[in-house]
């Protein structure tokens, strides 16, 4: 399965880091595809936020570009997502995700809440 964890409130401006861990048979499909974040809002559709590739290639949003960094940790099974500088337009649920051809993964989600 995959968790994800890390979500909280916090204050405009500050940080937090979300983590996607692995486990089961889902470590395998892991270490081998890549995988992203999502995030979806109240009353908004799923979005990707960030992507990373196998061979740790990334991809962002234009809205969270030079703030959120996606990285993976393929010995501990767990990709992060570091975010920074957070808006209240951040707060939503965050998905971890791994796309196969085959099948997609999902995490649980982790809220994150941005307040003034």
């Known amino acids: 399965q995959l968790q994800a964890s890390g979500g909280g409130l916090v204050q405009i401006g500050g940080s937090l880091r979300l983590s996607c861990a692995a486990s089961?048979?889902?470590?395998?499909?892991?270490?081998?595809?890549?995988m992203g974040w999502y995030r979806q809002a109240p009353g908004k559709q799923r979005e990707l936020v960030a992507s990373?590739?196998?061979?740790?290639?990334?991809n962002y949003a234009d809205s969270v570009k030079g703030r959120f960094t996606i990285s993976r940790d393929n010995a501990k099974n767990t990709v992060y997502l570091q975010m920074n500088s957070l808006k209240p337009d951040d707060t939503a649920v965050y998905y971890c995700?791994?796309?196969?051809?085959?099948?997609?993964?999902w995490g649980q989600g982790t809220l994150v809440t941005v307040s003034s």
């Open positions: 089961g048979s889902i470590v395998r499909i892991m270490r081998i595809n890549n």
């Open positions: 995700k791994i796309w196969t051809s085959l099948n997609d993964y």
């Open positions: 990373i590739t196998t061979f740790g290639s990334t």
